[in-house]
T-cell receptor, first 113, second 112 residues
Framework: GAGVSQSPRYKVAKRGQDVALRCDPISGHVSLFWYQQALGQGPEFLTYFQNEAQLDKSGLPSDRFFAERPEGSVSTLKIQRTQQEDSAVYLC???????????FGPGTRLLVL | GQQLNQSPQSMFIQEGEDVSMNCTSSSIFNTWLWYKQDPGEGPVLLIALYKAGELTSNGRLTAQFGITRKDSFLNISASIPSDVGIYFC????????????FGQGTGLTINP
């Protein structure tokens, strides 16, 4: 595919359940970002990878959030012991390199009951 | 978290009208970007601005990077139905993670 893909597109979780969200960036893109978008708000930065290195995780809201990109391509955002306040759209974006245009995926809509 | 102040929050206009929205920040940004987000999709880049004072057009869209580097505006001329959606401004600092800081969005509704 030509664009950023994310899976699943929708996820319903019971409070306390662990979830894993996947991002497939555009092939060859070095930089990968995760953002969280609450209902009616703009996206907020969570974390940034350059290849496999996680260079900034300052936006992760708690230690229940964990992201990885072990081979420098696909990335997974994991949320442990989900809470209702984790309900949001999780967006992944990739760019060819630092300071270049970020291309967004369609997002994963997470609802925690 | 840090967000930009974007206004108006929503707009209801007639087809063919011009639209203007703006974004302000207490922080300086090196780059300003304008994105459009349709329901169920991720944001799509419309215009990128890299220099203070820069005025850039993309078809019916025109955007400017404020001289102070703390604000930007987006104009849409002669609106059409496919312009409906949510528009976000975003600021970027080129040092560090190059993360984007987004405004709260402007929802645009067009009456045919």
């Amino acid at each position: 595919g030509a664009g950023v893909s994310q899976s699943p597109r929708y996820k319903v979780a019971k409070r306390g359940q662990d979830v894993a969200l996947r991002c497939d960036p555009i092939s060859g893109h070095v930089s990968l970002f995760w953002y969280q978008q609450a209902l009616g708000q703009g996206p907020e930065f969570l974390t940034y990878f350059q290849n496999e290195a996680q260079l900034d995780k300052s936006g992760l809201p708690s230690d229940r959030f964990f992201a990885e990109r072990p081979e420098g391509s696909v990335s997974t955002l994991k949320i442990q012991r989900t809470q209702q306040e984790d309900s949001a759209v999780y967006l992944c974006a990739s760019s060819p390199g630092p300071r270049e245009t970020q291309y967004f995926g369609p997002g994963t809509r997470l609802l925690v009951l | 978290g840090q967000q930009l102040n974007q206004s108006p929050q929503s707009m209801f206009i007639q087809e063919g009208e011009d639209v203007s929205m703006n974004c302000t920040s207490s922080s300086i940004f090196n780059t300003w970007l304008w994105y459009k987000q349709d329901p169920g999709e991720g944001p799509v880049l419309l215009i990128a601005l890299y220099k203070a004072g820069e005025l850039t057009s993309n078809g019916r869209l025109t955007a400017q990077f404020g001289i102070t580097r703390k604000d930007s505006f987006l104009n849409i001329s002669a609106s059409i139905p496919s312009d409906v959606g949510i528009y976000f401004c975003a600021g970027q600092i080129i040092q560090g993670a190059q993360k984007l800081v987004f405004g709260q969005g402007t929802g645009l509704t067009i009456n045919p």
